[in-house]
C-alpha cells in the first residue's frame, strides 16, 4: 500500500507540475479545476469522480482570477487535495469542497512566503548579471526562477497528498454526520456563490438585458443550461460579426490632398 501511495504521491506531483505551468506553454487553463480534477481522477482510477469533482470546483472557482497584483486562492492545489482526498475516502461532492477552500488559500499564503525569498534572490542575481551586460544569464535566471517556483509548489501538494490524506480521513470519521450533511448542502450552495462572483466583476448595464434573458429561458421556458450557452454563444457570434462589419464600413481613405 505504501509503495502503490509513493507512486500516486509521485503522479499527483507530475500532475501540479503541468497545472503550475499553465502559463508557460501559452496560458493553457491546465490548472482549472475541471482540468486537473480529471487527471487526479485518471492517476486514482475514478475519472468519474474526476470530472464529477471538477465541474462542481470550478463552478465555486469561476471567478478566481488574479487581476493586477491581487492573487485568488491556489485553485490547483485546493482541486488536487480536494479530488484524491473524495476518490480515496468515498466521501461525498460536499468533502472536497469544505477540503478545496481552505487548502487552496493555504497554499496561497505559502506561495506569497517562498516568493519573497527565491523571487527575491532570483531578481537581485539577474540585476547583477545586468550590470555585466551578460543578458544570457538574466534570461536563464528568469526561466529557471520561475519553473523552481512551480516545481516547489508541485513537491509541496504532492507531500501534502502522501501525508495529508489518510490523517484527514481518520479525522473526518469522527466528525458527526450533521456536520457531513451540512458540508453536502454547501456544495450545492457554493456554486451559485462562485457564479455570483463572475457575474460581478463582468456585469455591466449593456450585459444586463442578456443575464436577464437567460434567466427568463431557464426558469420559465424551461431551456437546459447547455441551451442557454448555445443560445449565448449565437447572440455573441452574431454580435460579433456584425460590430466587424460596422467597423470595415468606416474605415476608408481620404487621399484627397486639397
Known amino acids: 500500500m505504501s509503495d502503490n501511495l509513493l507512486i500516486q504521491s509521485l503522479l499527483i506531483t507530475l500532475v501540479a507540475f503541468i497545472a503550475y505551468m499553465h502559463c508557460y506553454w501559452g496560458s493553457t487553463m491546465n490548472n482549472r479545476p475541471i482540468i486537473v480534477a480529471p487527471m487526479v481522477g485518471l492517476v486514482l482510477g475514478d475519472i468519474t469522480t474526476g470530472i464529477i469533482v471538477g465541474a462542481t470546483l470550478e463552478l465555486i472557482f469561476l471567478g478566481a482570477v488574479p487581476i493586477g497584483a491581487s492573487n485568488p486562492p491556489d485553485i490547483t492545489s485546493g482541486s488536487i487535495i480536494g479530488t484524491a482526498f473524495v476518490i480515496l475516502t468515498g466521501q461525498e461532492v460536499g468533502s472536497a469542497v469544505a477540503l478545496a ?9 505559502f506561495d506569497n512566503l517562498q516568493m519573497m525569498f527565491l523571487l527575491t534572490w532570483s531578481t537581485h542575481l539577474a540585476d547583477k548579471y ?22 516547489v509548489l508541485s513537491v509541496v501538494v504532492g507531500i501534502a497528498f502522501y ?11 469522527v466528525i458527526p454526520e450533521f456536520i457531513t450533511d451540512g458540508m453536502n448542502v454547501a456544495a450545492g450552495l457554493l456554486p451559485a456563490v462562485g457564479f455570483a462572483m463572475l457575474a460581478r466583476m463582468i456585469l455591466t448595464k449593456e450585459l444586463s438585458p442578456f443575464l436577464l434573458a437567460g434567466f427568463l429561458l431557464a ?5 437546459p443550461v447547455f441551451g442557454v450557452a448555445l443560445t ?4 455573441a457570434s452574431l454580435t460579433y460579426f456584425s460590430d466587424m462589419k460596422k467597423q470595415k464600413e468606416q474605415v476608408f481613405i481620404d487621399d484627397n490632398e486639397f
Open 101 to 109: 477552500v481552505p487548502v487552496a488559500t493555504l497554499v496561497l499564503l
Open 219 to 223: 426558469a420559465y421556458v424551461q431551456v
Open 163 to 173: 501525508l495529508g490524506v489518510p490523517v484527514i480521513k481518520d479525522v473526518l470519521a
Open 130 to 151: 545586468a550590470k555585466e551586460g551578460d543578458y544570457k544569464k538574466v534570461e536563464w535566471v528568469a526561466r529557471l526562477s520561475g519553473i523552481g517556483n512551480k516545481v
Open 232 to 235: 449565448g454563444l449565437v447572440i
